[in-house]
């Protein structure tokens, strides 16, 4: 017995998590089992452990992206097939990864048309950068080379996502629309919101697509590719935070973010993506910054007060991971103090992402 294989891919903020855990429970409520992997450069993804909390069986690919662990990422569907017998997969790429139609689509297709049966691969359009990078603005908020990564994503598409309609007024909608339609005239575009479920049933509609979808695949110079991603620092870092007091875990999350947030507008270093997720006492909070020109929000609320939680920082930002890390460290810590609690830091890991370098790549369909 087949699994459906379906990757939601996008720009790091896009809205890929909530956008598949929204799409997961669509498919639970309609009887179908569903496993979930993840992805990213670093390890301890905070993208798991949201989509764990709400209940999913989730798998994760750690330290490098699904085309240059192809192997694992196989390995790991194949143990959610083993353990939880899945009608679906639904796979979440790295958000600065492209080129997956050659490196992941093809290679499934092709080497294990026995396992799955790939659906139309649909990648989501990050409204605040997309504006500026279709456009051609010269403050686009990435360098050149960074945009060039965006723009290639969109180009592999078998259909296009507009996520965060509720964000966004009719004009706006329908300038994206336009020039998405003017770049790819023959790429379908779904509106949604992940966040309110508006346009839901119309993504579920293009994914349950049959045909012969997952062919676009890229010319793609590996060079620019490669340094447009080493131009992001990444970083992932977990404490804990201790108070004598309850705090509210909430306002924590946004603080430490919008600290950061400031911090960064300083330097002028574009955000790609801030998350931090709060995890206690059966509690669990998300808060993010998707860009430099939009508000950091509490995407997912706990509404509750605590002394004690874990907590998980990701920062994908245009700027040098030391620089980061100081501004992380000193954003926690000042957030931490305002609210009469310590926190004690583990593990943080800072780097530039390496040059990719996929287990498969397929030159034509």
């Known amino acids: ?136 603005e010269a403050n686009a908020g990435f360098s050149p080379k960074a945009a060039y990564i965006f723009e290639k994503q969109l180009e592999e598409a078998d259909f296009l996502i507009l996520n965060r309609i509720d964000e966004l007024s009719s004009e706006e909608i329908q300038e994206l629309e336009s020039l998405l339609q003017h770049k790819h005239p023959d790429i379908p575009i779904v509106k949604i919101s992940a966040l309110s479920g508006q346009g839901m049933e119309q993504l579920q509609e293009a994914i349950n697509q049959t045909g012969e979808f997952g062919n676009r695949i890229l010319e793609l110079d590996y060079d620019i590719y490669a340094e447009g991603e080493a131009e992001l620092g990444w970083l992932n870092s977990s404490l804990q935070v201790q108070a004598n007091t309850p705090f509210d875990l909430d ?6 973010i919008e ?38 929000q509490v995407s997912l609320a706990s509404g ?28 926690v810590n000042d957030a931490v103090k305002s609210v009469s609690a310590v926190a004690d830091f583990g593990e943080t890991q800072s780097f530039r992402p390496g040059r990719p370098v996929p287990t498969h790549r397929y030159q034509s369909s």
């Open 1 to 136: 017995m087949t699994m459906r294989f379906v990757m939601i891919g996008g720009f790091l903020g896009a809205g890929k998590t909530t956008t598949i855990g929204r799409l997961a429970a669509m498919y639970q409520a309609q009887g179908l089992k569903v496993g979930i992997v993840t992805n990213d450069q670093a390890s301890d993804l905070v993208d798991t452990h949201t989509l764990r909390n709400q209940g999913f069986d989730v798998g994760e690919v750690a330290g490098a992206c699904f085309c240059c662990h192809f192997n694992e990422l196989t390995a790991t569907t194949e143990k959610l097939s083993e353990q939880q017998h899945p009608d679906i997969i639904i796979a979440e790429p790295v958000g600065s990864c492209t080129d997956l139609v050659a490196t992941v689509v093809q290679p499934l297709k092709h080497m294990h048309q026995d396992q799955f049966e790939v659906a139309p691969y649909g990648v989501i359009l990050k409204p605040s950068h997309g504006r500026r990078i279709l456009k051609g």
């Open 251 to 256: 306002a924590l999350l946004l603080d430490i």
């Open 259 to 296: 600290r950061l947030r400031q911090r960064l507008a300083e330097t002028n270093a574009e955000t790609a993506h801030l998350k931090t997720i709060g995890v206690g006492d059966s509690a669990h909070a998300v808060a993010n910054l998707i860009s430099s020109d939009t508000p950091a």
């Open 304 to 331: 509750r007060q605590l002394t004690q939680v874990d907590i998980i920082v990701n920062a994908r930002v245009a700027i040098a991971p030391e620089t980061l890390t100081e501004l992380v460290h000193a954003s």
